[in-house]
């Protein structure tokens, strides 16, 4: 719940407080840009530790963390100190997502499943956010923010109690000091791991072809609201936008599992993706509000993909002993990288007008320029390999 109040508001309180459209950028961009490394580096220390409930400790401390470091936040309202506070939450933020996925997925549930009761609450969080920020002011997001991660944080640990997972197997990787073995197969170094993975094309491929896809899912979460408030709503919609639009990801989670069993995992997925251009070009013509709204299923059905089955997808084409480490790199470069990209791209289109377009319909164009790419991609790269 606390990624959807952040992701949403932080653009909208930055315009607030009076940053330009590239200090926007430059302050969204760099919380991903430490999640490059902060996620490897927490999956590292996740991996390395060999008893169960301490990762579970682990992960409830850094949600406890980034709580109290957003509580500083509201005080600040110049750009040379907002951003390298916003830097240090990041660092405890950023890994929260893959480390969870480790849990799940080392906990063997169902990680779509999962994932639908994650979107819910993102729906939620942004509705109730919105309509408070509307009433009270922007601030509001870092307190609400900060009780999610501590309610988080207490779940985690008050979880602790029932893990069973195997030793060395989580998400981010193994610990190449310790010989572990995961699979049955000896982990190799992180460097021989990594010349593994890149000399696999598919594998490759679906990580280039989410750099152009995820970034702009993830952007959108900052510059959706300028869109709308362009085409004469409030932040208050802004909340019911967001209600439907993260709230419609969760059936088409629940049904991904489904969809690509009937049709197969390369269709479902270029589907979601030429929808995601479908999207953004509709952005792009500087909608009003009410007809932004009425689109919200476009979102549900390409995030509720796309969230689940790149996931699925990497882990299809690497060998099960590396899941851990290509996960966590298509994480830093098909989610993270791309998003510092779109972010910095998006904050300087904000302030700009290209073929006449106002700034947010500019950012959308880009998207939607920037997931033709990924399309073309994955058909004549994924779908052959």
């Not at 952040?6 to 009076?18: N, Q, R, S, V």
Request: glycine share 12%.
């Amino acid at each position: 719940m606390g990624f959807g109040v952040m992701a949403t508001l932080i653009g909208a309180h930055l315009d607030e407080i009076g940053f330009t459209g590239d200090q926007i950028g430059i302050v969204t961009a760099s919380g991903t840009f430490v999640a490059m490394f902060a996620v490897p580096f927490w999956g590292h220390r996740y991996t390395s530790i060999s008893r169960p409930r301490s990762r579970y400790v682990l992960v409830a401390g850094i949600f406890a963390a980034a709580a109290a470091v957003a509580m500083i936040l509201p005080q600040v309202r110049s750009f040379l100190w907002f951003l390298p506070i916003f830097i240090v939450l990041y660092v405890f933020q950023s890994p929260s997502s893959s480390l969870m996925d480790s849990l799940v997925i080392d906990a063997k549930q169902e990680f779509g499943s999962v994932r639908t009761f994650g979107a819910l609450g993102f729906a939620v969080s942004c509705f109730g956010a919105a309509f408070l920020a509307d009433r009270i002011g922007t601030s509001v997001i870092f307190p609400i923010y900060a009780g999610c991660f501590l309610m988080s944080a207490g779940l985690v640990w008050a979880m602790r109690r029932g893990a069973e997972v195997p030793a060395k197997a989580g998400l981010p990787g193994t610990d190449p000091a310790a010989g572990t073995k995961t699979g049955g197969a000896t982990a190799a170094s992180g460097r021989q791991m990594a010349r593994q993975l890149l000399g696999s094309r598919a594998y490759v491929l679906i990580v280039l072809c989410a750099f152009f896809i995820n970034g702009t899912d993830n952007a959108n979460n900052t510059f959706f609201n300028f869109l709308y408030l362009d085409g004469g709503g409030t932040l208050s919609g802004v909340g019911i936008a967001f209600l439907l639009m993260a709230g419609s990801e969760a059936p088409f989670m629940a049904a991904s599992m489904w969809l690509c069993r009937k049709f197969g995992q390369d269709r479902v997925l270029l589907v979601a993706m030429i929808f995601s251009i479908i999207r953004f070009g509709l952005f792009a013509l500087g909608l009003p509000a009410p007809v932004l709204i009425a689109l919200f299923p476009l979102q549900g059905l390409v995030n509720g993909i796309t969230l689940v089955e790149y996931v699925k997808y990497v882990a299809r084409v690497i060998p099960r002993e590396l899941s851990g480490i290509g996960i966590a790199i298509y994480y830093a470069v098909g989610s993270s990288l791309s998003t510092i990209v779109c972010q910095l791209i998006g904050g300087h289109l904000l302030d700009q007008a290209l073929f006449s377009l106002s700034g947010p319909q500019s950012v959308y164009l880009f998207f939607a320029v920037f997931n033709i790419a990924g399309v073309l991609i994955f058909w004549f790269g994924c779908r052959r390999s």
